[in-house]
C-alpha cells in the first residue's frame, strides 16, 4: 500500500502546479509530461498517475475557492486534508499568483468566427443529480481561514468575454443553419440582448431546422469544461417556463481553443444550483 503523501511532497507538487497554472494564465506553453518527470525526481517513488490525480485533486480545490484551474488536469475530489491546507496557504501568500489571475480574469475578448459549427461541440460534463457535475460541492477544511476575491464569478463579470461569447455563438447558430439549408431561418437568428436588453432571461433566439425557436442563455469562460458558471435567478425560472425551447450554451477555453456544450431545458435539472447570495429584508 503506498504512503501518504508528506507535507514536503505536498508542498513539491502543490508548487509544480502553479509554476504551470501561472504559465497558462500567461498564454505561455509548457510540458506537462517534464514537469511529472522533474517531480519524480524529488517524491517518494510517486507515479506519473499519482502525481497526475494530485494535479487533478488542486484543480477541484482551486475551482472551490474561486480560482481557474489548468484544463488538462480535470478536478478530482476525494483529496486530503493537508492538500486543501497547503493550496489555501500557498495562494493566500502567493501575490504574482493573484495578480496573474486577476490579470487573466478581466482581459478583453474579441469576438472569434465560426468555420464549421460541428467542430466546436462538445458533450457536456457527466452529471448524476445525486451527485455533481465531477467537482465535490464541499469547501476546503482551511476554506473558513481564507478570504479572497471569487476569481471564477469575477470572469464572469467580465462584459467583454461575455459579448465575445454571445458573438460566437451568433455565428455558430447562422453556421449551424445555414449547413442545414436553412438560411432564411439564420438570417432572423436575433440577439436580444442586445436588441431588447438582458431582463430576457436568455441572449439570442434562434431556430430549429423546422422553424421551432430556440432560446439559448450563453454562459463563456476561458478555463475547462468543469468550470462553474453563474446564472441569475431570473434565468434560472425562464428556463423552467420555457423549457421545451430553452438552450444553455456553455462556451468554455474560449480565449485557446473554443468550445461548447449545449444543456437543454430547465437547468436546475441539468446542474447543482448553489445559492451564492441571499437577499436581506428588513
Known amino acids: ?11 513539491l507538487v502543490v508548487e509544480d502546479y502553479f509554476q ?4 497558462e494564465l500567461q498564454g505561455r506553453a509548457y510540458n506537462k509530461t517534464a514537469h511529472r518527470n522533474r517531480l519524480m525526481g524529488l517524491l517518494n517513488s510517486r507515479s506519473h498517475g499519482s502525481i497526475e490525480r494530485k494535479h487533478q485533486n488542486i484543480s477541484a480545490i482551486l475551482i472551490e475557492l474561486g480560482y481557474p484551474y489548468i484544463s488538462g488536469y480535470k478536478p478530482l475530489s476525494n483529496y486530503q486534508t493537508l492538500l486543501a491546507q497547503v493550496v489555501t496557504d500557498r495562494i493566500s ?3 504574482d499568483l493573484i495578480g496573474t489571475v486577476a490579470e487573466a480574469v478581466d482581459q478583453p475578448a474579441d469576438p472569434l468566427p465560426v468555420s464549421d459549427w460541428q467542430s466546436y461541440l462538445d458533450d457536456p ?12 460541492a464541499k469547501k476546503p477544511p482551511a476554506y473558513g481561514r481564507f478570504r479572497e476575491v471569487n476569481y471564477l464569478e469575477r470572469e464572469a463579470r ?12 451568433l455565428n455558430f447558430e447562422r453556421d449551424r443553419l445555414n449547413h442545414l439549408g436553412k438560411s432564411s431561418l439564420a438570417k432572423k437568428i436575433e440577439h436580444v440582448s442586445e436588441s431588447k436588453g438582458d431582463c430576457l432571461g436568455f441572449d439570442i433566439l434562434s431556430f430549429d431546422p423546422d422553424g421551432k425557436e430556440r432560446l439559448i442563455e450563453v454562459k463563456t469562460t476561458a478555463y475547462g469544461k468543469e468550470t462553474p458558471f453563474f446564472i441569475s435567478h431570473n434565468e434560472v425560472e425562464v428556463s423552467k417556463e420555457k423549457q421545451d425551447v430553452y438552450y444553455l450554451y456553455r462556451v468554455f477555453k474560449f480565449r485557446s481553443a473554443p468550445r461548447l456544450f449545449m444543456l437543454e431545458g430547465a437547468v436546475n435539472q441539468k446542474v447543482h444550483l448553489k445559492p451564492t447570495l441571499y ?4
Open 1 to 11: 500500500m503506498p504512503k501518504s503523501w508528506s507535507r514536503e511532497e505536498v508542498e
Open 20 to 23: 504551470m497554472l501561472k504559465l
Open 93 to 95: 501568500g502567493n501575490t
Open 125 to 136: 460534463p457527466i452529471f448524476d443529480m445525486k451527485g455533481s457535475l465531477s467537482v465535490s
Open 158 to 169: 467580465n462584459s467583454s468575454l461575455g459579448l465575445a461569447g454571445e458573438k460566437f455563438v
Open 279 to 282: 437577499q436581506a429584508v428588513l
